[in-house]
């Protein structure tokens, strides 16, 4: 009964390939998210979607592409990876209303390396 | 969103109560103040939030000075799981987007 999950939970990949990550709740939660965790674990909030619309980019490089098939799946897709791109890449959700601010839950994390 | 402050790195001996510090001298009115950690190889994971009076749940305590530009989060009995890295955000409750802004929080080592 896991809450957020991720798969893969470890990716290594040349340089130039092109990779996916795919995260799943099952909190019914109406809003997700994709962060970043660099090596020196600094966390950054890269997208975010609510009820399958966008409504955060935060300046991430157009190589990265998010999708939202439905409100429990927020994929991310990385084009022509990079070394700079090797990172933790963490999904979370939560629900979202206006004046209310609700918690968020993480998945696992991917480790992705990029050689 | 306005910044906080948090020490780099605490150290605590187990069973013992760990007062964590945060400052957010420009907090606004509508800003929630929130606690994620993050223990070692994990997502973070949310810990408790308030707005202006104190608040417990079953993880912690959150004591917020009264004008609201500092506050505490207390683990009244820290155990080696405790060992992590405590993030206090600010969130605002007008205009939010739902995003969280990590600062660098602090690194609680918990001593046997």
């Known amino acids: 009964d896991t809450a957020v999950s991720q798969t893969p939970k470890y990716l290594v990949t040349q340089m130039g390939n092109d990779k996916s990550i795919k995260c799943e709740q099952n909190?019914?939660?109406?809003?997700m998210y994709w962060y970043k965790q660099d090596s020196k674990k600094f966390l950054k909030i890269m997208f975010s979607?609510?009820?399958?619309?966008?409504?955060i980019n935060e300046t991430v490089p157009n190589r990265f592409s998010p999708k939202s098939p439905d409100k429990a799946h927020l994929n991310l897709h990385i084009n022509s990876l990079e070394l700079g791109d090797s990172a933790v890449y963490f999904c979370?959700?939560?629900?979202?209303?206006?004046?209310?601010?609700?918690?968020?839950?993480f998945g696992p994390g991917t480790r992705l390396t990029v050689t | 969103d306005a910044k906080t402050t948090q020490p780099n790195s605490m150290e605590s001996n187990e069973e013992e109560p760990v007062h964590l510090p945060c400052n957010h001298s420009?907090?606004?009115?509508?800003?929630?103040i929130h606690w994620y950690r993050q223990l070692p190889s994990q997502g973070p994971e949310y810990v408790i939030h308030?707005?202006?009076s104190n608040v417990n749940n079953r993880m912690a305590s959150l004591a917020i000075a009264e004008d609201r530009k500092s506050s505490t989060l207390i683990l009244h009995r820290a155990t080696l799981r405790d060992a992590a890295v405590y993030y206090c955000?600010?969130?605002?409750?007008?205009?939010?987007?739902?995003?969280?802004?990590f600062g660098q929080g602090t690194t609680l080592q918990v001593k046997p």
């Open positions: 308030g707005l202006t």
């Open positions: 909190l019914g939660h109406d809003t």
């Open positions: 955000i600010l969130r605002s409750g007008s205009g939010n987007t739902g995003k969280l802004i």
């Open positions: 979370a959700s939560s629900l979202r209303s206006p004046g209310i601010v609700y918690e968020q839950y």
């Open positions: 979607y609510n009820n399958k619309e966008l409504i």
């Open positions: 420009t907090i606004s009115g509508t800003d929630y």
